[in-house]
């Protein structure tokens, strides 16, 4: 496999690890490190649940494909992909042509237990903005998981995060990645 750029993308499920793995494995790599959703906050200045009640999905998901296209001009850096970014097929062109992807993969249960009491998941609540009540959320999960799955496996790296200390979930990384990109 040839790799364009020294770029890894991370991917996955919300609360499937991306945020907190991520910047641990680009300061064990000595590479830089951004989330791509907090680096919209930072720019726009607002939310990511503002921006959507406000100004919708499609508008969201148009900027962050601006940001990704800025972002793979980038070297040595880990970037943190939002749950849905790569189901939008330009934004998968960019990662796969770019970098390096890595699917943290952790399972239902695993998921609706980090995300059980979080707010800030906009696509968690109804369309009314109300949080989703214990058995809706679980569904909801597994009805994202379906949509988002087919394109998190084709990631060039599956690594599986439940029950798995952090530490030995980035050795399995760097491992895996080791053949793939110069480290």
Excluded: C
């Excluded at 790599?29 to 906050?41: L, Q, V």
């Amino acid at each position: 496999m040839i790799i364009k750029r020294d770029l890894i993308y991370v991917t996955g499920f919300m609360a499937g690890g991306k945020s907190t793995i991520g910047p641990i494995l680009a300061n064990t790599i000595d590479y830089s490190f951004t989330d791509i959703d907090k680096h919209i906050e930072k720019i726009t200045g607002k939310k990511m649940t503002d921006i959507f009640v406000k100004r919708g999905e499609k508008y969201f998901r148009e900027y962050e494909r601006e940001i990704l296209l800025e972002l793979s001009k980038t070297h040595r850096y880990v970037i943190s992909l939002g749950g849905g970014t790569i189901t939008h097929i330009e934004n998968f062109s960019i990662i796969k042509s770019t970098g390096v992807l890595i699917y943290l993969k952790a399972g239902v249960e695993q998921i609706y237990k980090r995300l059980r009491f979080k707010s800030d998941r906009p696509v968690l609540k109804s369309k009314e903005g109300i949080w989703l009540r214990d058995d809706q959320l679980k569904t909801r999960i597994i009805e994202l998981l379906e949509v988002r799955e087919p394109f998190y496996l084709k990631s060039d790296l599956i690594v599986e995060t439940d029950n798995k200390p952090i530490g030995n979930t980035v050795d399995e990384i760097i491992r895996k990645l080791k053949p793939l990109i110069n480290l």
